[in-house]
């Protein structure tokens, strides 16, 4: 059972940064080997990528938070962080932590907002 805990999230005013935090744990997961990523969910709509980073350490992030958000790994920790400058009031919405592109968190929510 592969179990994803999230934290982090939060109330903040625009042009504040916030870091997220995802620990991925569970017997027998290798999590150095799998790609990692945060997604995020606005209410009614479908989910969406907000940043990943594959095992060899390549990001990718989604046009809408490149050059705000940074994206990174400790596979010691076993813990995927999302590190958000610049946050705006669209950035609010629930933050989801995916790991091997099958497991969940249950979400944060994030809300900027003055």
């Known amino acids: 059972q592969v179990q994803l805990v999230e934290s982090g999230g939060g109330l903040v005013q625009p042009g504040g940064s916030l870091r997220l935090s995802c620990v991925v744990s569970g017997r027998g997961t290798i999590f150095r080997i799998y790609p990692v990523g945060w997604y995020r969910q606005y209410p009614g709509k479908q989910r969406e990528l907000v940043a990943t980073v594959t095992a060899s350490g390549t990001s990718n992030y989604a046009a809408s938070v490149k050059g705000r958000f940074t994206i990174s790994r400790d596979n010691v920790k076993n813990t995927v962080y999302l590190q958000m400058n610049s946050l705006q009031p669209e950035d609010t919405a629930v933050y989801y932590c995916?790991?091997?592109?099958?497991?969940w968190g249950e979400g944060t929510l994030v809300t900027v907002s003055s």
């Open positions: 995916n790991f091997n592109s099958q497991f």
